[in-house]
């Protein structure tokens, strides 16, 4: 009898699961379909992206017992695609030197280290402590660099006895957010760190032993802030039309700072430059735009920070894949989530291209989020003027939009989402003003912070090609617009009361459009 009971018991409980498992996740106001988001609990920063034996892992800031930011560990996932994630157990615990802040991690693949096992290469992190002790006693020398490796593909990890590998000898209050890679020309591992208004650049030849070769930035590009989460990455110039060199090979370097973004808060520059093994320096062409004060910006919306690369991505793909966090100092604490705060951008590859106008970085989604389409439609209008509605056709609460403008730029063209509420978010162009713009002010939940919908946003068109494109991602609580071919971007998140359920196209001067839409499948568990 008693066997039986327990038996009952066991399979009441498995089936509980099932019934659970079957009716997916119980309803989470704002929790997306498609863009990463912690189980549970405060999320920052990307980490340690790197990409070995058919994995892609996303190790991420993250404090477990809070939705806000607290003492830092470094969360774990992984995925086949960039689309579906698994979650992983926590890689990195804070220790007896400090919170592990963020951190790149690379494959050791020659074994320079010596870190591997078994004849396999290592799986490297390279991330800074944060000593609370040596932070409240008044030092200035409590963020330092430390290194741990793991020989089960990212599962277990061990931190280096030696650690730090390297000190702040400086004394540089923030000193952070070290990102290595491979060097093949100068044959060493390069490493480069935030030091509050700059850059410092150092050398390795086995991850544990570094010296610095230069520093960078002090009097260039945007400096309303911090500078923190560099990643400096060597690119292939795509040119738009045929140039005496092809093939060019520039190093770009990406630098987030906060606050001093363009729209107010955390944003992401980028620099175009070369280097040489030792030095940085900028590219004629890119110079004047990154004078003092001038910066170029990776995403001209709110909410794409601390966005570095993914490491060892197989040559036989070669694409530069990127990951912001899609949020905001400002306000990112504040955010009303339950359960979890904040989500990653969407995966996207950067390319360097070469524009009549000069050499510009441009983010594109990747190509695997086609996966997600359903319910394609199209519709193409010679003549349009006014208003057409597409919320019978489309999911307006995760989607995807492709609109080409073909001839004669519009007034004002944009896509208005809204609910039964009347509360409505806005993205589009303006020509008047020559710029796109995102526009949350009516979007719903805001008294959360003074600045998240005081305006609207705006990011400057790059180009004067009088073919205009606009590629939207839209997802609950956030959309993320790739305009002119990924030239100018727009990331910004927003808080409807309901889920927005229409969605309208808008233009108050004739304008030639091809639009193709898509519903979007969920992609989370
Ligand atoms: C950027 C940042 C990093 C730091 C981490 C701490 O958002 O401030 O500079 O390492 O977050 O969580």
Redesign the pocket.
């Known amino acids: 009898m008693t066997r039986n009971l327990l038996l009952f018991f066991i399979l009441s409980l498995w089936a509980c699961k099932t019934i659970y498992m079957n009716s997916g996740n119980p309803p989470e106001p704002y929790r997306p379909l498609f863009h990463f988001t912690p189980p549970q609990m405060w999320m ?2 990307p ?1 340690g992206l790197v990409y070995y034996e058919g994995e892609y892992h996303l190790f991420y ?1 993250y404090y477990p017992e809070a939705t806000v ?1 607290g003492p ?1 560990h470094w969360g774990h996932a992984v995925s086949t695609d960039l689309v579906h994630w698994q979650h992983l157990p926590i890689a990195l615990f804070p220790d007896s030197l400090g ?1 592990i ?3 790149s991690a690379v494959i050791d693949w020659n074994n320079t280290s010596k870190l591997g096992k078994s004849g396999k290469p290592p799986m490297v992190a390279i ?2 402590h ?1 000593n609370m002790d040596g932070e409240k006693a008044g030092t200035h020398d409590f ?1 330092f660099q430390s290194l741990a490796y793991s020989n089960d593909k990212g599962r277990t990890w061990t931190k280096y006895p030696g650690n730090p590998v390297l000190p702040n000898t400086e004394k540089i209050r ?1 000193f ?2 070290p990102h290595v890679r491979w060097d093949a020309d100068s044959k060493q591992w390069i490493l480069v760190l ?1 030091a509050q208004n700059h850059v410092k650049i150092y050398g390795s030849p086995d991850l544990i032993h570094w010296s610095h070769l230069s520093d960078f930035g002090e009097n260039l590009g945007a400096h309303g802030g ?1 500078w ?2 560099p990643d400096l990455l060597p690119m292939t110039v795509e040119n738009i039309y045929p140039v005496s060199s092809p093939n060019e090979k520039k190093w770009v370097l990406l630098q ?1 700072l ?1 606050p001093g973004g363009p729209n107010g808060g ?1 944003a992401t520059q980028y620099f175009v430059g070369r280097f040489d093994g030792k030095n940085f320096t900028l590219d004629p062409d890119f110079a004047p735009l990154a004078a003092n004060g001038k910066a170029m910006w990776l995403d001209w919306g709110k909410d794409n ?2 966005g570095v690369t993914w490491a060892d991505i197989p040559a036989s793909d070669g694409r530069n894949l990127f990951v912001g ?1 899609m949020s905001n ?1 400002e306000y990112a604490t504040k955010v009303p989530t339950k359960t979890w705060r904040s989500a990653m951008t969407l995966p996207r590859s950067l390319h360097l291209k070469r524009y009549p106008e000069g050499l510009r970085l441009t983010s594109e989604p990747i190509k695997e989020l086609e996966k997600l389409r359903t319910k394609p439609t199209e519709l193409n209008m010679a003549d349009f003027n006014g208003m057409v509605d597409l919320s019978s056709t489309i999911d307006a609460s995760s989607m995807e939009l492709q609109l080409e403008v073909e001839t004669g730029l519009p007034g004002e063209l944009s896509i208005e989402l809204s609910n039964d509420l009347g509360e409505r978010y806005i993205i589009g162009y303006n020509a008047a003003r020559n710029v796109f713009f995102s526009d949350r002010r009516q979007t719903g939940k805001h008294d959360f912070s003074e600045t998240f919908a005081a305006k609207r946003t705006e990011a400057p068109r790059l180009t004067s090609n009088k073919h205009l494109s606009l590629h939207l991602f839209f997802d609950v609580a956030s959309c993320e617009l790739f305009a002119d071919g990924g030239l100018t971007a727009i990331t910004e998140i927003y808080f409807p009361t309901h889920n927005f359920s229409k969605i309208k196209l808008q233009s108050n001067r004739s304008c030639s459009v091809q639009l193709k839409g898509y519903s979007l499948q969920r992609a989370s568990k």
């Open positions: 920052n920063d980490n800031q930011w830092m919170y802040f963020s951190g991330f800074t944060h963020q923030d952070r957010d935030a911090v923190e989460c987030s906060n955390s920070y601390a966090w100092w």
